[in-house]
């Protein structure tokens, strides 16, 4: 669906946006969603891109009903929050949390992503996180539910065993079954740690 929204604004009257990435995109619709409303400069700020390519995105939204503009900035129409959910349950995606003072990553600001069951034998949580790192994230870590137990790959230790609290906290925000997975994204913010769980979880291959 945001692939089908790039390429119909790659093909419209307007031009492209240049630089603009799938990855920026869902980001901004999570943003403006979580936050909104919000401004312009605010949203080029947590997405790191230009003013210009900010503006042209808002308008494109708003053109599309996406959004809707107030005085105070950009909020999520209700046909936009429709479409971003609609997106979430394509990629697989339950539930996404800000995990804050986590022991896994101390020091460092970290948002958890639930997918549901898309675990894979072999997965070594590699590619995540260097895509995590690509996005300006410090890095990811890729959590598997499997026979009930939270474990790390590529040697899948146990969760509890790098940290108890941790282990103790996840199962309870998330409400986790065999096969699952929860990809963190850290960073030195939240912002950062967001892009960085989102591009990990775009790496994976598409469900089958």
Excluded at 33 to 48: K, M, N, S
Excluded at 139 to 158: C, F, H, W, Y
């Amino acid at each position: 669906m945001l692939e089908e929204m790039l390429e119909k604004w790659r093909r419209g009257t307007r031009g492209p946006l240049p630089q603009l990435t799938l990855l920026q995109l869902l980001n901004a619709l999570l943003w403006i969603d979580q936050e909104g409303p919000v401004g312009r400069r605010a949203l080029a700020q947590a997405l790191q891109i230009n003013d210009g390519i900010a503006r042209g995105l808002l308008e494109r939204l708003a053109e599309q009903g996406i959004a809707t503009v107030t005085e105070t900035g950009v909020k999520l129409s209700q046909e936009g929050k429709t479409r971003l959910q609609e997106v979430l349950r394509q990629m697989s995606v339950k539930k996404i949390l800000t995990l804050e003072n986590s022991d896994l990553v101390p020091g460092k600001a970290a948002v958890g992503i639930h997918l549901l069951r898309r675990y894979e034998a072999g997965m070594t949580g590699i590619p995540q996180r260097d895509e995590a790192v690509k996005a300006g994230a410090d890095g990811s870590i890729t959590i598997a539910v499997k026979e009930g137990r939270l474990v790390v790959p590529p040697d899948n230790r146990d969760a509890a065993d790098l940290s108890p609290t941790e282990n103790s906290r996840l199962r309870r925000l998330f409400k986790l079954s065999d096969n699952d997975l929860i990809i963190i994204g850290f960073a030195k913010d939240e912002r950062r740690a967001m892009a960085g769980a989102l591009a990990a979880v775009l790496s994976l291959s598409p469900k089958t």
